[in-house]
């Protein structure tokens, strides 16, 4: 199952891809997030953190690779855990005038073992309004840190 928005943000993209490509930074933007650290990397392609998040009242920690590093156009992360995976998708483009940037985000989730259906039945229907709260708080911190 995946959630996807499409957002402008009025910063440079440079200024926008760098922030983002720095997977810590989901401290600040993702509701979900109670900590991720990196534990490997330099920030680019290979970078492992683990990122520990809270959803509908349960902990769940997950591993994340950057897959994609491609400045300033793309970024794309992979969380896994022996039951789910998660995959951050990123695309930016610039606005017109160069000032602002359009985000493309997708966030795809795939469960395994029994937790699969009951998945569809619990977490598909909380996605959209994640989503939504995930774009206003990721617009207020570009806003203020990016």
């Known amino acids: 199952m995946h959630v996807e928005r499409t ?66 156009r793309e970024l794309r992360f992979e969380g896994r855990n022996p039951s789910a995976t998660a995959t951050d998708h990123l695309r930016l483009s610039p606005a017109a005038d160069g000032t602002a940037t359009e985000i493309h985000y997708r966030a795809t989730f795939e469960f395994r073992s029994a937790f699969k259906l009951v998945a569809r039945l619990v977490v598909g229907p909380r996605l959209p309004s994640l989503a939504d709260e995930t774009v206003e708080q990721l617009t207020k911190t570009l806003l203020n840190k990016a």
Not at 11 to 23: G, N
Not at 56 to 68: F, I, K, P, Q
């Open 7 to 72: 957002f402008t943000v009025p910063r440079p993209i440079e200024a926008v891809f760098d922030y983002l490509s720095d997977f810590e930074s989901t401290n600040d933007w993702d509701p979900g997030t109670v900590t991720t650290t990196r534990t490997s990397g330099d920030g680019g392609v290979g970078t492992t953190y683990r990122n520990t998040s809270t959803f509908l009242g349960r902990t769940v920690e997950l591993d994340y690779t950057t897959l994609t590093h491609d400045r300033p």
